[in-house]
T-cell receptor, first 114, second 112 residues
Framework: DQQVKQNSPSLSVQEGRISILNCDYTNSMFDYFLWYKKYPAEGPTFLISISSIKDKNEDGRFTVFLNKSAKHLSLHIVPSQPGDSAVYFCAASDIGEYGNKLVFGAGTILRVKS | EAQVTQNPRYLITVTGKKLTVTCSQNMNHEYMSWYRQDPGLGLRQIYYSMNVEVTDKGDVPEGYKVSRKEKRNFPLILESPSPNQTSLYFC???????????FGSGTRLTVV
């Protein structure tokens, strides 16, 4: 039973346009939501996060939107660049008794065409 | 340089032969975690730790053990590896609850 779902396995976008990556979750107790970016042969790198008490967070070209009523979040990349081509993982944080339990989605492969 | 170091990067082993994947971080982070990445399943948490001697199971702990005797180290132990543990493993650490983990570069394990 996947608590975090990324329903689009891949997305292709033209350079300079907006990339929108989507994520749905089922557990309303998640405290934080995060996006990670992963290049081949490397570990995931943290991109941006949002607290469950907020609905938007911006960092340069990256904006994350959270819709708690719909249990949905999205990552917007504007403008998209070829270097953004990577796998993007959505993750949700569940602060358990023993620490930070991070639940990941299956990932979306983003291809930015020049 | 702040980093999470995993060793080895690649490992091929036989069924039943005990192995340990080491993980070390130099950022004095309290939180550490192990994940495995499989196609179509994303990253699934195996075990996580809040601090020394405090660990708990993640979503897929069966067949794995961990220990946290020192703050910087969090080894992953496979007592009797099986082919279904063939996967890409990542260790990660974090200083702040709910915030971004820093991941290691990964260990590609093949069990034959």
């Amino acid at each position: 039973d996947q608590q975090v779902k990324q329903n689009s396995p891949s997305l292709s976008v033209q350079e300079g346009r907006i990339s929108i990556l989507n994520c749905d979750y089922t557990n309303s107790m998640f405290d934080y939501f995060l996006w990670y970016k992963k290049y081949p042969a490397e570990g995931p790198t943290f991109l941006i996060s949002i607290s469950s008490i907020k609905d938007k967070n911006e960092d340069g070209r990256f904006t994350v939107f959270l819709n708690k009523s719909a249990k949905h979040l999205s990552l917007h990349i504007v403008p998209s660049q070829p270097g953004d081509s990577a796998v993007y993982f959505c993750a949700a944080s569940d602060i358990g008794e023993y620490g930070n339990k991070l639940v990941f989605g299956a990932g979306t492969i983003l291809r930015v065409k020049s | 340089e702040a980093q999470v170091t995993q060793n080895p990067r690649y490992l091929i082993t036989v069924t039943g032969k005990k192995l340990t994947v080491t993980c070390s971080q130099n950022m004095n982070h309290e939180y550490m975690s192990w994940y495995r990445q499989d196609p179509g399943l994303g990253l699934r948490q195996i075990y996580y730790s809040m601090n020394v001697e405090v660990t708990d199971k993640g979503d897929v702990p069966e067949g794995y053990k961990v220990s946290r005797k020192e703050k910087r180290n969090f080894p992953l132990i496979l007592e009797s590896p099986s082919p279904n543990q063939t996967s890409l493993y990542f260790c990660a650490s974090s200083a702040i609850e709910g915030y971004g983990y820093t991941f290691g570069s990964g260990t590609r394990l093949t069990v034959v």
